[in-house]
């Protein structure tokens, strides 16, 4: 990525997880989040890492960019990792050191998902799937892993700092959010509530931590995602143990006052 495309080395690495079907985002959420992620990249030298569909959580990153990124396309570093086998008229993108035209411009009636124009570049995955998604989620570790591993500046001991940044959200993204606050060392977390789905049942947890909920929110689970009491059980003990990482590692936040903790963390 740094030899082929000239990339330049991150400073800063923000993976974007969230929903992979359309979603709405209320106007202030949305004005917090892209704003906040944007200028935060801006004003550390970050990638930032999406699945880089035109659907989801990775569309609104993509219109952050559009809103909110810089005019010098050399610092607009938004990586989509996406499966394959989800995206429309792929084989359009075959060829070796060749120009292929791609236009983001989705069928109604197809099954399949557009990339985003609005990212810079592309890592496709391809495990022989055709219209799943999850394939990239092992590549993407490992490409966090590996980045983390190199030097801000060759100077300083110090690895590429890594946060994720959680917007709605499946049952998946629980696991997700276990995963980066298990690591060692851990990695921070930032959670947008309002966003929907499993951004707020994690926020709601966090603020009820010391009363007793577990009916009520096993009920709340099962509501939110169409699971049966044994599937909201497991889930819910799932986002217990993202709960035991905390204080350090789990950020909720909400509304505008966002905007200013998101950029003022990331930056330090």
Request: charged residues 20%; glycine residues 8%.
């Amino acid at each position: 990525m740094l030899r082929e495309w000239q990339m330049e080395r991150p400073k800063l690495l923000l993976s974007i997880h969230g929903g992979s079907e359309n979603f709405s985002l209320s106007p202030k959420v949305k004005q917090t989040f892209s704003k906040g992620l944007i200028t935060a990249a801006l004003s550390t030298g970050a990638w930032i890492l999406s699945d880089g569909i035109n659907t989801g959580v990775s569309k609104y990153v993509g219109e952050a960019v559009k809103t909110f990124g810089s005019h010098d396309l050399r610092k607009r570093n938004t990586v989509g990792i996406t499966p394959w086998g989800v995206i429309d008229n792929n084989t359009d993108l075959i060829g070796r050191d060749a120009f292929r035209p791609y236009y983001p411009v989705g069928n109604p009636f197809s099954k399949r998902s557009c990339l985003s124009g609005f990212h810079s570049h592309f890592l496709l995955v391809d495990d022989g799937t055709q219209g799943k998604h999850g394939c990239q989620h092992g590549l993407r570790q490992k490409l966090e892993k590996q980045i983390q591993l190199q030097k801000i500046h060759p100077r300083l001991n110090q690895g590429v700092p890594v946060v994720c940044v959680v917007v709605e959200g499946g049952p998946a993204i629980v696991s997700t959010v276990l995963d980066y606050v298990s690591r060692a060392p851990p990695v921070p977390v930032f959670v947008f509530e309002g966003s929907g789905r499993a951004a707020d049942l994690l926020a709601f947890l966090h603020k009820q931590l010391e009363t007793d909920i577990e009916e009520d929110f096993l009920a709340r689970i099962g509501d939110v995602f169409a699971l049966d009491m044994a599937e909201a059980t497991n889930l819910y003990a799932l986002l217990l143990q993202c709960m035991e990482c905390l204080p350090a590692q789990l950020n909720i936040h909400s509304s505008m006052k966002t905007y200013s903790i998101y950029a003022s963390v990331l930056n330090s």
